[in-house]
Nanobody
Framework: QVQLVESGGGLVQPGGSLRLSCAAS????????MGWYRQAPGKQRELVAT???????LYADSVKGRFTISRDGAKNTVYLQMNSLKPEDTAVYYC?????????WGQGTQVTVSS
């Protein structure tokens, strides 16, 4: 099993930046993809960005050009750099890690974009 610990959320003004981190531990060699979902109040959880073990990335249309997902293999950590943040980016952001038969989730970190 994989354990995920997120950090980096907080309050930021519109146009600002934040970087989220997700550190994986446990059965990390079985992970083939990691990424981030988010869930705003009253809305369904939506995919934000994914990065595969081969380095392929995928982004939601709403964040393309503003968010960048990356990974540090030595630290078993995935990052989400979020720039030009908008109020509609406000949500709880959840890290996930996919193994062949299981999707593992982090506890979530709150991102609030407000002036």
């Amino acid at each position: 099993q994989v354990q995920l610990v997120e950090s980096g959320g907080g309050l930021v003004q519109p146009g600002g930046s934040l970087r989220l981190s997700c550190a994986a531990s446990g059965s990390i060699f079985s992970i083939y993809a990691m990424g981030w979902y988010r869930q705003a109040p009253g809305k369904q959880r939506e995919l934000v960005a994914t990065i595969t073990s081969g380095g392929t990335t995928l982004y939601a249309d709403s964040v393309k050009g503003r968010f960048t997902i990356s990974r540090d293999g030595a630290k078993n950590t995935v990052y989400l750099q979020m720039n030009s943040l908008k109020p509609e980016d406000t949500a709880v952001y959840y890290c996930y890690a996919d193994e062949t038969l299981r999707r593992n989730w982090g506890q979530g970190t709150q991102v609030t974009v407000s002036s």
